[in-house]
């Protein structure tokens, strides 16, 4: 069992940064791909990033590539977000989740574990 805690969300104004912190207990990170997705109000989740187990590939989806940027610190067993030129839609519930399996990385199936998830919420 993996219990993942994201933390970093908070009230930003358009074209400011936040930094998402998901950190893991119970096991180790560094065997697993790892994403990050997000949830607004009355929208379906959606794939926001996913980064290997080794760091060494990294997907985005189109809206926030070249703004988002996904890390890892398997060390530290702790995922980050860097999110950068943030845009009121960029406003949702941020969560991290652990690809365990070699199922979908865009699609939230493709996952089994949850974060709580953070809240992300940019002003214009």
């Known amino acids: 069992q993996v219990q993942l805690v994201e933390s970093g969300g908070g009230l930003v104004q358009a074209g400011g940064s936040l930094r998402l912190s998901c950190a893991a207990s119970?096991?180790?990170?560094?065997?697993?791909?790892m994403g990050w997705f997000r949830q607004a109000p009355g929208k379906e989740r959606e794939f926001v990033a996913a980064?290997?187990?080794?760091?060494?590939?990294?997907y985005y989806a189109d809206s926030v590539k070249g703004r988002f940027t996904i890390s890892r610190d398997n060390a530290k067993n702790t995922v980050y977000l860097q999110m950068n030129s943030l845009k009121p839609e960029d406003t949702a519930v941020y969560y991290c989740a652990v690809r365990s399996l070699p199922r979908s990385v865009l699609l939230p199936y493709g996952y089994d574990y949850w974060g709580q998830g953070t809240q992300v919420t940019v002003s214009s």
């Open positions: 119970g096991r180790t990170l560094s065997m697993y791909d």
């Open positions: 980064i290997s187990w080794s760091g060494s590939s990294t």
